[in-house]
Structures are given as structure tokens and as C-alpha cells.
């Protein structure tokens, strides 16, 4: 199937059988989200995979108990880094260097322009700006699940702060932003598992703008 078969296959699952999702289609799909773009490539958010059931039991009570959390294979939560750092942007810079083979001396600019905007941020306008970013791999995530025929649901429904506490993720420098199951759709108990895809029509949804 193509990309946009596989975009009308895909719907946010509600129910899940619990089966596990092998590990070749969980590393595909952990590698896209790896790959997604970010603004400056600077990636400033962590992808925790929790896969252990007592885990995401603990997880599921802040977060409204939906039932996807414990039938899920996986459950992926995506954390943006805050604070920001001029640490992480040396080492961003560090690997960059190390990579490409070049010396850090010719990223100096690169590194100046992402400081700058850490330091004209505050650290929540920093923090809202990492957690822009932790979409793009989100959406990249589904569409990859979508791929290998993986059902995938992305959520807000949580209480972060709960969840941050939970996980210890204040102490590890991260705050959660969303949160996306990974399993096989329970189609008996589904009631949206063989229901229509709605979306708005193109021609209503797409503008074009000419400025003349």
C-alpha cells in the first residue's frame, strides 16, 4: 500500500487486542520518529518507550484510565527538554562535528544562533518551543505505524504534571507533551474501528494565495 492507503487505513484506535507489536515494526517505527525533522536539527525532546504493563498501569490512572494505555504493546511518551541548555547545544555541535568531519570552529555561528535564541527565550517560551518540535515526531510516528500496519493513538488526554512526577522526569531535565500507544486494533470492541474516515473536503480545507 502507498502512503496515502496507508493514511486511510489508520485511525486513532480506541480499544486494543494487547498483542505485541514485533520488534522489527517497533524499531521501524522508533527510527522514523528518530529521523523526523526539527527546527536547527536540534531535536530537543526524549522518546521514552515503556513496554512493562505495571508501568503503564501506574500511567494509565493520570491518564483518565483510557484503556489503550495497559491493551497497548508499547506506550511512547514524548518529553521535551526544559530547561534548554547551552550544554546541549555544544554537544549537539560536538556530534555535528564528529559526523561531517569539520571543526567546530566553522559551527561557531550555527551554535551562536541557538544560544541566542535560548537565552532572548524565557523558559517557558523555550519549553513551548521544544514541545513544537515533539509533534513533528509524533506525526512522523504515526505515519510510519501507519506504514507497517501498526495501530498507533495520540494523546493529550493526561495530567503532565502527574505523569512528570510519576516518572521522575523533572530530575531528568524532561517534561511529557503527548503520548502515543502502539498495538493492534481490537475490531470487536472497537466501536470506530470500521467506521468512515472523516476529514474535511480539499476544497474547502486547502487555500491558495496569490499576492499580486
Do not use: C
Amino acid at each position: 500500500m502507498g502512503l496515502l492507503q496507508d493514511l486511510q487505513w489508520r485511525y486513532a484506535t480506541k480499544r486494543m487486542t494487547g498483542a505485541k507489536v514485533p520488534q522489527d515494526k517497533l524499531d521501524t517505527i522508533l527510527e522514523a520518529i528518530r529521523l523526523s525533522p526539527s527546527s536547527m536539527g536540534f531535536q530537543p525532546y526524549t522518546v521514552l518507550v515503556v513496554e512493562d504493563l505495571e508501568t503503564r498501569k501506574k500511567i494509565q490512572a493520570v491518564a483518565f484510565q483510557q484503556p489503550q494505555i495497559v491493551e497497548a504493546s508499547h506506550l511512547l511518551i514524548f518529553a521535551a527538554w526544559d530547561p534548554l541548555s547551552t550544554q546541549q547545544v555544544q554537544a549537539y555541535m560536538q556530534q555535528i562535528a564528529d559526523e561531517r568531519g569539520v571543526s567546530m570552529d566553522t559551527l561557531a555561528g550555527f551554535a551562536g544562533s541557538i544560544n541566542n535564541m535560548i537565552s532572548n527565550g524565557t523558559p517557558e517560551e523555550n519549553f513551548h518551543w521544544a514541545a513544537k518540535q515533539t509533534y513533528i515526531g509524533l506525526g512522523i510516528g504515526l505515519a510510519a505505524a501507519a506504514s507497517e500496519k501498526v495501530d498507533a493513538t495520540p494523546m493529550e488526554g493526561f495530567m503532565p504534571a502527574a505523569l512528570d512526577e510519576l516518572l521522575g522526569l523533572k530530575e531528568k531535565g524532561l517534561r511529557s507533551v503527548s503520548l502515543m500507544t502502539l498495538g493492534f486494533r481490537d475490531t470487536a470492541n472497537d466501536p470506530l474501528a470500521n467506521a468512515k474516515k472523516v476529514r474535511r473536503p480539499k476544497e474547502n480545507f486547502f487555500q491558495e494565495i496569490v499576492l499580486s
